[in-house]
């Protein structure tokens, strides 16, 4: 049962990525669990005349970190689920300064409709609150014919925010560059009200990485417009949890 749920988490992670690449360590990862648990599955006769004795030890190796991930995931997915609030309701000041993170660009340079989400939220939000900015963060991804933060403020433009409220980060690659390379830009606007915009399911790690820092923020948090981009995006996050505290 539980090698059935890892095997679908990351099957299902592992056709996001052929649709919004995100570097060779995500493949790597999702296929290693692919076939980490397809093959003892499929050929499990071959290897237990292959591997005689040791069969039943490593057995008992993969079903415990099978049975790891499967509870610890749920944790995961419970904390993601409760999230760390919308921001629903909220109101914004002069004094509010709107940190967009990025995400995947389709191919053609546009922004995908989870980022398009996150850059609705703020936008409406910027709308309510005149005088306050925002910063867009996300550099170039694989794949990408352009950095994120370009695409961000062009949507932004679009939606009728004025560019001279907009600051532009094009270097980071991942959450944790979002927040390095964007706080010195947060302290340079003069703003004191920091609201973090993302997908609900990265806010919680966003909150945790901001607190590693000393920082405090309120969240403004988008939803999957692709219902189907839900799942994978949550094995995404365990992946990123993951990296980060193994490399903590």
Not at 22 to 47: H, Q
Not at 66 to 77: D, G, I, P
Not at 81 to 97: A, R
């Amino acid at each position: 049962m539980c090698g059935s749920f890892a095997f679908a988490c990351f099957a299902a992670y592992l056709i996001k990525l052929f649709f919004y690449p995100e570097g060779a360590l995500s493949y790597f990862s999702a296929l290693f669990v692919v076939l980490g648990v397809g093959i003892p599955f499929v050929f499990r006769k071959p290897l237990r005349k292959l591997l005689k004795k040791a069969y039943p030890f490593l057995k008992c190796v993969l079903c415990v970190l099978l049975l790891f991930f499967t509870v610890s995931f749920s944790l995961m997915a419970a904390r993601l689920l409760s999230g760390i609030g919308t921001g629903e309701g909220d109101v914004y000041s002069q004094d509010t300064v709107f940190l967009v993170y990025g995400g995947a660009l389709r191919k053609t340079g546009e922004v995908s409709p989870t980022l398009a989400g996150r850059l609705d939220k703020a936008a409406e939000a910027m709308k309510s609150s005149p005088g306050s900015v925002a910063i867009v963060s996300g550099g170039q991804g694989p794949g990408e014919p352009r950095t994120e933060a370009e695409a961000m403020r062009e949507y932004l433009i679009a939606a009728g925010i004025e560019e001279d409220r907009i600051t532009v980060e094009d270097r980071a690659s991942n959450t944790v560059e979002n927040i390095r390379f964007s706080l010195p830009l947060v302290e340079a606007s003069g703003k004191s009200d920091l609201v973090s915009v993302s997908t609900y399911t990265h806010t919680p790690r966003i909150g945790y990485l901001l607190s590693r820092e000393g920082v405090s923020s309120r969240f403004l948090a988008s939803g999957y417009p692709d219902k189907l981009s839900v799942f994978p995006s949550f094995v995404r996050e365990y992946l990123s949890y993951v990296k980060l505290f193994v490399g903590a």
